[in-house]
């Protein structure tokens, strides 16, 4: 149903990397594309030191990982497009209104909740907001 998913946050260096790789990791096996982009991205900068660091603890390499400015074109070619805000639903709806029917929650499946921004924060809200991503693409994999 889904060959292509797309993840969106602000500066693509914290929040959907994170939500990249991980669905990377948990689709690995599957025919799934799953990319990565940001509203306002730090374009070519790698993912956050804390954020990195927490994936390699958990067995996921996410080196490879450069920023990216998000576009229409991206947002047209996804068949799911997961923002971590209330507020990035609407920026990437403005920016390709076509897409808009496509364009979800992380956390849809649970409280609905915003999954807060670590970016030069502790890394204990680094941990935390890596919990709320998982629950996130957990709660998505079986629509998948």
């Known amino acids: 149903m889904f060959e292509r998913i797309l993840i969106v946050c602000v500066g693509n260096i914290c929040r959907s990397p ?9 689709l690995k096996h599957r025919d799934i594309h ?10 070519g900068r790698p993912m956050d030191d804390h954020a990195m660091q927490i994936l390699k603890e958990r067995g996921i390499d996410a080196a490879e990982h450069r920023a990216r400015q ?8 996804a068949d ?5 805000e209330r507020e990035h639903l609407s920026a990437v709806s403005r920016m390709a209104p076509e897409a808009s029917g496509k364009i979800f929650l992380l956390d849809k499946w649970h409280d609905a909740d915003d999954v807060p921004d ?3 924060q ?9 919990g709320m991503i998982e629950r996130g693409v957990e709660s998505w994999l079986r629509y998948l």
């Open 118 to 120: 670590p970016y030069r």
């Open 70 to 77: 998000l576009d229409p074109a991206m947002l047209r070619q």
């Open 34 to 43: 799953v990319s990565s982009a940001g509203l306002r991205a730090l374009v």
């Open 80 to 84: 799911l497009v997961l923002a971590m």
């Open 122 to 130: 502790s890394r204990q809200m680094f941990e935390h907001v890596h």
């Open 18 to 26: 994170t939500a990249e790789f991980i669905f990377r990791e948990k």
